[in-house]
């Protein structure tokens, strides 16, 4: 079944620290990537997204996100964590077009001081 | 540029009253979405429009839940009656149809049936 998995439900880094959120997909062809971010009462707001080309791609707040292929996988980084990044992280996939958008489950991300 | 606007930013209603959820979707845009969210399941997509028209209303759980797209720049979800089990966080977005076109959200209605 086409699926998108956040295996880490909950992290929490101190601040400073980098940080790695983890997104896998299962889908027969390569579909199309986001991240998106939720901070606490707010929608989803869009970090970055992948369609084809480098697979490294760089979105706002300093965050970058690397397809891999081979691993179905499509993990968000970032360098230097700030407490302001405190926030629930969405990763979804689109597999034709942006009607059929799925969405991960989430991971709520704490930033210790 | 105001963005997914979407009222009343919190509901708090009886069961068995009607509740109708509302959203303008940014100008320009011809898909609009209406996703629910909950601890236990997540985010889920209940129906999108596009060019006004419901394209795909599977996720919708019942009839009791029902949505309009009148025209480009509004849209309302209904639901009637409610229950507490509807309990929830509404959110619209809104894209230009197509691959490359990610969604825009609005602040969500957060909606409590009690």
């Known amino acids: 079944a086409q699926s998108v998995t956040q295996p880490d439900i909950h992290i929490t880094v101190s601040e400073g620290a980098s940080l790695e959120l983890r997104c896998n997909y299962s889908y027969g062809a390569t579909p199309y990537l986001f991240w998106y971010v939720q901070s606490p009462g707010q929608g989803l707001q869009l970090l970055l997204k992948y369609f084809s080309g480098d697979t490294l791609v760089q979105g706002i707040k300093g965050f970058e996100a690397e397809f891999k292929r081979s691993q179905s996988s499509f993990n968000l980084r970032k360098p230097s964590v700030h407490w302001s990044d405190a926030a629930e992280y969405f990763c979804a996939v689109a597999p034709y077009n942006n009607n059929d958008m799925r969405f991960g489950a989430g991971t709520r991300l704490t930033v210790k001081p | 540029d105001a963005g997914v606007i979407q009222s009343p930013r919190h509901e708090v209603t009886e069961m068995g009253q009607e509740v109708t959820l509302r959203c303008k979707p940014i100008?320009?845009?011809?898909?609009l979405f209406w996703y629910r969210q909950t601890m236990m399941r997540g985010l889920e997509l209940l129906i999108y429009f596009n060019n006004n028209v419901p394209i795909d209303d599977s996720g919708m759980p019942e009839d009791r839940f029902s949505a309009k797209m009148p025209n480009a720049s509004f849209s309302t979800l209904k639901i009637q009656p409610s229950e507490p089990r509807d309990s929830a966080v509404y959110f619209c977005?809104?894209?230009?149809?197509?691959?490359?076109?990610?969604?825009?959200f609005g602040n969500g209605t957060r909606l409590t049936v009690t």
């Open positions: 100008s320009g845009h011809n898909s």
């Open positions: 977005a809104s894209s230009l149809q197509g691959l490359n076109s990610p969604l825009h």
